[in-house]
């Protein structure tokens, strides 16, 4: 029961990190490693199992054995879309130095 909220999070996390990757290779693709983007996906999700498996133990369950889940799930999405954050952070700083936004096309 401890990686509930990870399991039921997982395809929508999918689907995040699979907008990310494609985001990042349409836009940055001549100019970024894709090394980079998988080794941050991973570590997304590493942060979403982590926040998740904390938040299961830190929380006390006063209001309901309930709360559990729901506290380890928003605790799940939060780590995962903030290292996301911080890559779509980076990216866009190197689309700025190197002078301006690429075409969509």
Not at 1 to 6: D, E, G, K, P, T
Not at 24 to 34: I, S
Not at 38 to 62: H, S
Request: with cysteine; hydrophobic share 60%.
């Amino acid at each position: 029961m401890r990686f509930l909220a990870v399991l039921l999070l997982a395809p929508w996390l999918a689907v995040l990190g699979w907008l990310y990757w494609l985001y990042v290779r349409r836009v940055h693709g001549a100019h970024t490693r894709a090394r980079y983007d998988a080794l941050l996906l991973i570590a997304a999700a590493a942060a979403a199992i982590v926040c998740a498996d904390v938040t299961y133990e830190l929380e006390t369950g006063i209001a309901g054995a309930i709360w559990k889940q729901v506290a380890a799930a928003l605790a799940c999405y939060a780590g995962f879309s903030a290292v996301l954050s911080v890559g779509l952070l980076r990216h866009a700083l190197l689309r700025r130095r190197r002078g301006g936004a690429r075409s969509l096309r």
